[in-house]
């Protein structure tokens, strides 16, 4: 099965810089995802990673460390809009095809002025 | 494109009542998955498909039934409706086989069972 664990809320300033962590345990690993939701919308994706290290898209990176079971997402330059829930899931092969995720609680981010 | 549209955006319906939720996507995608997100809690999958016809349950099915007679679409059932069915409902689709295919969410069902 799969277990995965990040913080509930955190908070932060405008224009700062956050780092929302997720540590999972899987029975198999297929890549780990970032998603972000707003309320009362659907999630949408930011970042996916499947081999150990950086993966940067503008104000936002994410980190994979296969071996210690761990990732974070990092957000830069903190806008008043990126105020959400973001969803760490990991792709599991379990099954002939697909991707198959399961996904955390989510951080709730706030970030204030 | 449309992506991944869903039908109804709200629906309230009272204990043994039935209903399907609509799922449709435009994108030609073979996967297609059905969600759903209590408050506070993470996405659990209910159904997920791998094409027209095929069909397998993911980790909370009981009370649900789906079919897929085409790529489209991806139907979500919800025979004699209970209190613990009130939920966000998310239908995603996406086109790869492992690796990096990325979900694509729909706007979701908000469906509540008094």
């Known amino acids: 099965g799969q277990n995965i664990d990040q913080p509930t809320e955190m908070t932060a300033t405008e224009g700062a810089i956050v780092q929302i962590n997720c540590t999972y345990q899987?029975?198999?690993?297929?890549?780990l995802f970032w998603y972000q939701q707003h309320a009362g919308e659907a999630p949408t994706f930011l970042s996916y990673n499947v081999l150990d290290g950086l993966e940067e898209k503008g104000r936002f990176s994410s980190f994979l460390s296969r071996s210690k079971g761990y990732s974070y997402l990092l957000l830069k330059e903190l806008q008043m809009k990126d105020s959400a829930s973001y969803l760490c899931a990991v792709s599991g092969v379990e099954w002939g095809g697909g991707n198959k995720l399961t996904f955390g609680t989510g951080t709730q981010l706030k970030v204030e002025l | 494109n449309a992506g991944v549209t869903q039908t109804p955006k709200f629906r309230i319906l009272k204990i043994g009542q039935s209903m399907t939720l609509q799922c449709t996507q435009d994108?030609?995608?073979?996967?297609m998955y059905w969600y759903r997100q209590d408050p506070g809690m993470g996405l659990k999958l209910i159904y997920y498909s791998v094409g027209a016809g095929i069909t397998d349950k993911g980790e909370v099915p009981n009370g649900y039934n789906v079919s897929r007679s085409t790529t489209e679409d991806f139907p979500l059932r919800l025979e004699l409706a209970a209190p613990s069915q009130t939920s966000v409902y998310f239908c995603?689709?996406?086109?790869?086989?492992?690796?990096?295919?990325?979900?694509?969410f729909g706007p979701g069902t908000r469906l509540t069972v008094l």
């Open positions: 995603a689709s996406s086109t790869l086989a492992g690796g990096a295919d990325t979900q694509y």
């Open positions: 994108m030609n995608h073979n996967y």
């Open positions: 899987t029975s198999g690993f297929n890549g």
